[in-house]
Each structure stands twice: as C-alpha cells, then as structure tokens.
C-alpha cells in the first residue's frame, strides 16, 4: 500500500510539473490567505496547481513538516472544485501520506454584491496523522499532535466540512468570515470552526509597465482561525487559536508566492507555524484538454 501512494503522488507530481512549465499561465490576483476563503472562484476553464507546507513545533513532542498539493479548477463561473493531498513529516519519526480531500464552492450570486456568500462542501478521507492544519474544528488541540504517526496511522477518517464564506471588497480590502461545521461519519457528534481575514494589494493602481516589484503585485494581510468545540460542548472551552499575517507575492510569469507565520493565542494552541507556498494558474486548460483528445478521435 505504501508503494501505492508514493507512485501515486510521483504521478501526480511529474503531472505538475508538466502542466506548470509548458503551458501559458494566467495573469491573476490571488488572495494571500493559507486558512480563510473569500469570495472569488476560480475562472471557468482554468486550472491552478498549489503546493503549501505547515511547519510546526511541537511542546513535549518533536516538530512536525506537513505539506499538500492542491489541483483547483474553474468548473464554471459559480463552482470551482478542488482536490488535495496530503503527507507529513515528522523529526525523529516518519514521513506518511496522510489522505486526500475533494473541496467544492459553489458561489450563488454572479454579481458583486457588500457581502458575497459561498457555499462550500467538503469529502476527506485521511487518517489520524494529519497535520497540515488547513481548518481547526471541534476541540483540536496541541497535545493531539504527540501520538507517534505509526499508532496516529491507524484511526482512518471519513469526513463531510461544510462551511458558509462570507465576503467583501470595499476600497481595495478584502475582509472575509468563514464558518466551518464538520462531522465525522462515524458516529462522532459536529464539530465547529472558524476563519476571519483581512487583505488589501499594496497600491491599487496598476504600473503601466510590466514589472516584478511593483506595488500592486504584494498583498498583505492578517487571518485569525481557531476551534469553537462540538455539539454537546460549543464554545471556547478547551480550544486552540491562532493569529497569523500573511503575504503574497503575484509574480507577472504567473507564479504567486505566500508566506505566514502563526502564533498560537492560547496554551492549548502551538505556539508557532510557519506556512509558505507557491502555486501556479494555468489559463485555457479545458479548451488545451478538448483539443488535445479531440485531434486524437
């Protein structure tokens, strides 16, 4: 089975790399966000291709490398669907593949309105040693992390997240509110998150030039993200939360770079993350697709 995965994520890989190097990229503003959402989606036809990683430290337990790739793309103009994989590394223990996710966001209103809703709907199928971090729910905490990856291998997860995006653009910023309900399809009770951005481009008027390190290409903000307990236990008793500023950098080759340190709000949180990425849209993939089968009928 491990044989399995890693050719499987070899495959996906090498896959990556083709698409990024030799098709033409799309020019496009993107958020600089590694938790929340706002509300744009991706444009219909085009397929953006992300690697992020988490490192995290870890009180009374070693330091932890966890990492993911994402393919999201632009079904159309109101659903964009995504899929993700998983691993994680941690000191002094072992690298494992984690599981994989299948994120859907459906945007119900076309228009640009003061607040834009996004619904969104997500399947995972992980096992208990992940550790990327992408969302917070139920009563997550730090000392979760310290099971060793070979017993946390064993508790297999099969997930349904729901969550509601609400978000704005006003003057240039961004503000966006995410509300995350998830439940485990066990028997297992549901649990409660949540998400809260701000972001703004460095200047808002484009350089009429072509340029690496104008203004307009960094955006920068602050997201704050954090558990909010369980049915039977809801609110901020035994909770983590994190405060983080983020960063990103869209490059005019169509590579965009983020980077975000966190810190843990309270004793039950880590007390620091770093996460960086970098991803890559790739515009016209559908019509390369239909062309590509379609000179081979």
């Known amino acids: 089975m491990a044989s399995i995965y890693r050719r499987t994520l070899l495959g996906f890989f090498s ?32 397929l953006e291709i992300e690697y992020f990683s988490t490192f995290g430290s870890q009180r009374g337990g070693n330091s932890f490398h966890a990492f993911w790739t994402e393919f999201e793309y632009g079904a159309t103009a109101w659903w964009t669907t995504e899929l993700y994989l998983d691993g994680q590394t941690t000191f002094n223990d ?37 550790k990327i971090l992408k969302e917070g729910e139920g009563h997550d905490l730090e000392s ?12 297999h997860i099969h997930e349904v997240e729901l969550k509601l ?18 439940k485990n399809l066990s028997n297992s009770p549901w649990e409660f998150g949540y998400a809260l951005g701000a972001s703004r481009p460095l200047a808002l008027k484009a350089s009429a030039k072509r340029c690496t390190f104008c203004p307009q290409n960094f955006i920068g903000g602050v997201e704050m993200y954090g558990v909010l307990g369980d049915r039977h236990n809801f609110g901020l ?22 980077i975000s340190p966190g810190f843990g709000l309270n004793d039950n949180s ?28």
Do not use: C
């Open 15 to 46: 896959f990556s790399l083709l698409l990024v190097f030799y098709l033409a990229p799309a020019l496009a503003q993107e958020n600089p966000y590694f938790v929340a959402y706002d509300h744009y989606l991706e444009e219909p036809g085009n």
């Open 94 to 130: 072992s690298t494992v593949f984690t599981g994989f996710r299948w994120e859907n966001r459906f945007r119900p209103l076309q228009r640009e309105h003061f607040i834009n809703p996004v619904l969104y709907v997500e399947y995972e199928n992980k096992n208990g040693a992940d």
């Open 144 to 155: 979760d992390f310290l099971v060793s990856n070979a017993e946390a291998q064993k508790e």
């Open 165 to 182: 995006i609400l978000s704005s653009t006003f003057k240039g910023w961004n503000l966006t509110e995410n509300t995350l309900a998830a």
């Open 237 to 258: 008793h035994d909770t983590s939360h994190y405060l983080a500023p983020v960063l990103a950098w869209n490059l005019p080759s169509g590579w965009t770079l983020r």
């Open 270 to 297: 880590h007390s620091f993350l770093m996460r960086w990425g970098v991803s890559r849209e790739i515009t016209g993939f559908a019509s390369m697709v239909t062309r590509f089968f379609g000179g081979h009928q």
